[in-house]
């Protein structure tokens, strides 16, 4: 279950890719697709919130920045047997 670290409330632009960056603000870059390439990010929002490992913190669809648990190891699945 995510949890909302901070509203900032942006709007989406179809073709872009919305990411929180490594000093915690939001950034946006233009989408590769086929054989053209990705561009360079530009920040969209200065928000600086400090990241916590073991979260993954991504844009929601209101346009907030949540948080989620990152999932990771456990249990190896058994092979069934014929």
Known sequence: MATKVAKVGIK?????????DKKGDISCAVMARGNKKGGKPKKV????????GGFLYFIDKQGDISCAKMVRGGKKKKAKKR
């Open 45 to 52: 929002a200065a928000v600086g919130i400090k990241k916590q």
């Open 12 to 20: 989406k632009q179809k073709g872009y890719l919305y990411f929180v």
